[in-house]
């Protein structure tokens, strides 16, 4: 959150002084010397690189069943349904969290989703949230566009499929 006020804060003393340093054809003034529209437009960033996502933190569901094969069968369904979000370009982040004491499990973050219902929808194809193994909060977060942008190179640093 400082970053966002210090970015916003040096915005408007730039902006205040006249140094821009670029015009783009729709006339919004660009401060950042980097700044790669086609890029932004690509990832779907605002003026400052930020857009929504969805943030689940999956935790403890109701079903305490000990039933080892219905927990296995789920959580396979879980892994499959994550591959499958990630092909379809709907979910960018996945992994489980340490123990704690709030029974939190692990995060997702979703990407290119319209609305919560289409969120919930989504969450509701998994089958261990399914079944009530896992359970789900969800938020909207306001993040970096270039978040998804580092999925190209996480598959090519894992060496063993979970």
């Known amino acids: 959150m400082k970053y966002l006020v ?8 730039s902006l205040a002084s006249g140094q821009t340093t670029d015009k783009l054809q729709n006339d919004s003034i660009v401060t950042n010397p980097n700044f790669d529209k086609q890029l932004a437009d690509r990832l779907g960033g605002d003026d400052f690189g930020m857009k929504m996502f969805y943030l689940v933190i ?20 879980h892994m499959s349904n994550i591959k499958r979000l990630v092909d379809e370009g709907k ?6 969290l340490g123990k704690n004491e709030n029974s939190y499990r692990g995060i997702f973050i979703l990407d290119n ?6 969120a ?8 261990a949230i399914e ?3 896992l359970d789900y909060d969800i938020y909207e977060w306001y993040g970096s566009a ?3 942008e580092y999925l190209p190179f996480s598959d090519k640093i894992w060496k063993l499929n979970p």
């Open 146 to 148: 270039a978040l998804p």
């Open 120 to 127: 919930n929808e989504i969450l509701n194809t998994d089958r």
């Open 6 to 13: 210090l970015l916003i804060s040096i915005m408007i003393s």
């Open 113 to 118: 989703i319209n609305s919560l219902e289409e």
């Open 131 to 133: 079944i009530g193994l």
């Open 58 to 77: 999956l935790k403890t569901g109701t079903n305490k069943t000990t039933d080892q094969t219905i927990i296995t069968e789920s959580f396979r369904g």
């Open 91 to 96: 979910m960018i982040v996945a992994g489980p």
